[in-house]
């Protein structure tokens, strides 16, 4: 029923386990200069249950950009056998190093999520995302071929030939980018394929926020069960937290991190439920333990227990980047409410852009919505009236009235890895 038995551990003994390992992890973290300047006087015996954690400080990503390359690192470099680096997406990237042992628990963690959305070694995966720095590569890779599937390294991009690797192979599990999902749906059915007759049942999606809209687009399109998964390089990279089959929120392995979520300006504990900064401490990697880190990332903890028995606690879906907020005339716009508006319309194809611009002296939201064929007709009188109701519905969700431009399908500009939602030229 489990991966591992860890997984439906009772609470109880699961914190104990968490203050056990907080206390090495505290003990290792100051062999590395970083915190070995930042610890010293925390004494790891000191903490007596998991909630102690609020007393260390926290780690930021400038602390990580601050230490570049190796100042976050607890051992000699021969001990390291690989290094990843973040995607970069909002600034400067981080480089994260792992032992042997980091990767073996990388992969067991990542096999875990794997099998608690249904995946088995009788599985053919195929991973879609890019190889190379990213950790959608290798991380996928190696956590699939640790739960014994056969494993296709197809990498990202060139659909013609992901389409005749997975008929090849019955690919019964694709690990894919939602923002790709929704194009390469439309691109099998262009090559003349019926989706509903592709091998595959299972897709794994994350790598970037999404919503439940995008999410049942994606199922629909494709005739496939789609499962969120959530992490970051420096935590590791994918198999952080993932939904299992109630597709309910995401478990987030409490035997290898702590998990906290806080107010982004108080940084204090928000009441239990309520949306805040995802924080986490590694408890069980050796080589660069990271302690506290605000990943920026907002979510809250779900309510009430899982159906599957897990008992790891499960976060609700990213609902964005704290840096993602735009703030518009004074309004506070998340890009997913964008995305949750577009994606619920059945006139909406697969593709959305939104632009923030200065237009003489006031700054103005643009958003390009890409529309499905069926809908883009030649009578000007329908297309101006579809652009009203998508500006009316986005006016419903964000209290402005962007100016919204329709696109055909494809017609706006795909990122090879993930999906770039707006482009900000405003005029400071
Ligand atoms: P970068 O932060 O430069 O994009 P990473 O490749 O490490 O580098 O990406 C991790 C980030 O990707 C997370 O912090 C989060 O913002 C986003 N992310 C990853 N998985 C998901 C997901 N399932 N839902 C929403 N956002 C996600
Ligand atoms: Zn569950």
Not at 134 to 154: C, D, K, N, Q
Not at 200 to 223: C, F, N, S, V, Y
Not at 233 to 246: I, L, Q, R, T
Not at 389 to 418: F, M, W, Y
């Amino acid at each position: 029923m489990y991966h591992n038995p860890v997984e439906a551990m009772d609470r109880t003994a699961l914190e104990e386990l968490q203050v056990d390992r907080l206390k090495e992890t505290i003990a290792n973290a100051k062999n590395a200069p970083f915190y070995e300047a930042r610890l010293s006087g925390v004494n790891p015996e000191d903490f007596k249950t998991v909630a102690d954690i609020e007393k260390l400080p926290f780690t930021t990503k400038e602390d990580l950009r601050g230490q570049y390359p190796y100042g976050m690192l607890t051992r000699s470099l021969d001990e390291f056998v690989r290094l990843h680096a973040s995607s970069g997406t909002t600034g400067t990237p981080t480089a994260v190093f792992y032992t042997q042992k980091d990767l073996d628990t990388w992969a067991d963690l990542m096999a875990r999520c794997m099998y608690a959305c249904g995946c088995r070694k009788s599985d053919v995966l195929q991973n879609m995302s890019g190889y190379g720095l990213f950790t959608g590569g290798l991380g996928i890779h190696y956590g699939s071929e640790r739960l014994g599937m056969l494993t296709v390294p197809a990498g990202a991009g060139n659909t013609k030939r992901q389409i005749k690797l997975i008929r090849d192979f019955n690919v019964s599990v694709l690990h894919i980018i939602p923002s790709f999902a929704l194009y390469f749906a439309q691109k099998v059915q262009e090559e003349g394929f019926d989706t509903a007759d592709m091998p595959w049942k299972i897709a794994l999606i994350g790598a970037e926020p999404h919503t439940e809209e995008a999410r049942q687009k994606i199922e629909d399109m494709m005739h496939i069960k789609a499962y969120n998964s959530y992490g970051l390089s420096e935590m590791n990279g994918p198999g952080v937290a993932f939904e299992c089959v109630h597709q309910n929120g995401m478990h987030i392995w409490e035997d290898a991190y702590i998990v906290e979520i806080i107010d982004l300006d108080t940084g204090k504990h928000v009441a239990e439920g309520e949306i805040g900064e995802l924080v986490m401490t590694t408890i069980t990697r050796e080589g660069m333990p990271i302690i506290r880190y605000r990943t920026r990332d907002l979510t809250r903890f779900m309510p009430g227990k899982c159906e599957c028995g897990r008992t790891h606690r499960r976060i609700d879906r990213i609902t964005g980047r704290a840096d993602d907020m735009m703030i518009l005339k004074g309004v506070n716009i998340y890009p997913m409410q964008i995305e949750q508006c577009l994606m619920a319309m059945p006139e909406v194809g697969q593709n959305y852009l939104i632009e923030l611009v200065t237009e003489g002296i006031t700054d103005q939201l643009k958003v390009k919505v890409e529309i499905k064929d069926e809908y883009f007709v030649e009578d000007m009188r329908s297309l101006q009236g579809l652009q009203k109701k998508i500006a009316k519905n986005l006016c419903n969700e964000i209290l402005l009235t962007p100016r919204v431009e329709l696109c055909q399908h494809n017609s706006i500009p795909k990122a090879d890895g993930k999906a770039v939602r707006v482009i900000d030229t405003r005029e400071k």
